[in-house]
C-alpha cells in the first residue's frame, strides 16, 4: 500500500470520513412510485453517527445520537472538518458534507474551515468501469474487503427504537466503511487526477502531489499540452504521473520573437 511518508507530509491534516443518516418518517398512501408532501412528512431524516479516521492514526473515532446525544455528535463532526485540510469519502460531495452541512445550520454553526475534497466515488466513475460503482463492490473486486453485514433496513429501525445491541453492530458497520474508504484512497492515490498538491502543506513544489513523496522520481519523457511541452515523470512511491511546471520550450513566444 502506498502512503503519505515523511515528517513534512505529516502537516497534511486528511481526515476519511463517513456518515449514516436516519430516514424521514411520513404518511403514504401505497408503497409505489409515491409522491411525498409535505404536509405528509412527520419526521425529517437527520444524520445519526458518523465514523472518521485522520491518516496517520489508527484509532478510528465514532459518534452518534446513542453515544453523544445528537447535539454533541454534530458539534463533534464540525470540529473535525474544521481542523481537516482534505477530507476523503466516498459520494461525500453529494451526500456527507451536504447533509452535515444542513445540520450544522440548524445548530447555529458556522461553516467549517476550508477543506479540500477527494471523492473516491467520482474517481471510480471517472476512470474505470466497474460492473458496479459501489464501495462495496469496488473494494472487493480490488482485493481490500467488503463491508460489514448487518440485518439491512432493519438495522436502522433498531438504531432508532434506541437497541443497544443493533447501535453495536452500527458502529461497526460504520467504523469498517471509514477503514475500507481509507484503504481504497491507498489502492487509487496515482489515478486521483485532481488530488490536492500536498507540496501547498510541505512547501515542496517538486514532490509528488499525490503522496508528497520528493525526488528524485522516474523520469518517463515529454508531456506535451497544444502549445507546450514539460518533462514528465513517474513517483516511485505511489505511481502518480508528475509533470514538471517548468516549460521545455514555448513555440508561441518563439514564433512571436521570429
Not at 418518517?25 to 409505489?32: D, E, K
Request: proline share 4%; net charge positive; aromatic share 10%.
Amino acid at each position: 500500500m502506498y502512503e503519505i511518508i515523511g515528517k513534512a507530509a505529516r502537516q497534511v491534516k486528511i481526515l476519511t470520513f463517513d456518515i449514516e443518516t436516519r430516514p424521514n418518517l411520513a404518511y403514504t398512501w401505497g408503497l409505489w412510485d409515491q409522491n411525498i408532501s409535505l404536509a405528509q412528512l412527520i419526521e425529517p431524516g437527520a444524520v445519526f453517527a458518523f465514523a472518521a479516521k485522520w491518516y496517520h492514526e489508527k484509532r478510528t473515532r465514532f459518534h452518534s445520537d446513542h453515544t453523544d446525544g445528537h447535539a454533541d455528535m454534530v458539534l463533534a463532526a464540525w470540529k473535525l472538518l474544521d481542523e481537516a485540510d482534505i477530507v476523503v469519502h466516498y459520494n461525500g460531495k453529494n451526500f456527507d458534507v451536504k447533509h452535515l452541512n444542513r445540520e450544522f445550520v440548524l445548530a447555529g454553526l458556522t461553516p467549517p474551515s476550508p477543506f479540500k475534497q477527494v471523492d473516491l466515488l467520482q474517481v471510480a466513475r471517472s476512470q474505470f468501469k466497474f460492473q458496479s460503482n459501489k464501495l462495496d463492490h469496488v473494494a472487493s473486486q480490488l482485493g481490500l474487503g467488503g463491508k460489514t453485514s448487518h440485518t439491512g433496513f432493519q438495522l436502522w429501525i433498531d438504531c432508532m427504537a434506541g437497541d443497544a445491541k443493533a447501535w453495536r453492530l452500527m458502529e461497526r458497520y460504520n467504523r469498517q466503511d471509514v477503514k475500507l474508504t481509507e484503504a481504497l484512497y491507498d489502492r487509487l492515490r496515482p489515478w486521483i487526477k485532481s488530488h490536492p498538491h500536498i507540496g501547498m502543506w510541505t512547501g515542496k513544489p517538486d514532490a509528488c502531489s499525490n503522496c508528497g513523496q520528493d525526488g528524485p522520481h522516474e523520469y518517463t519523457g515529454i508531456y506535451r499540452t497544444l502549445h507546450q511541452a514539460y518533462d514528465r515523470y513517474k513517483c516511485r512511491n505511489c505511481g502518480t504521473a508528475i509533470r514538471t511546471t517548468t516549460k521545455l520550450h514555448d513555440p508561441i513566444k518563439n514564433r512571436q520573437a521570429a
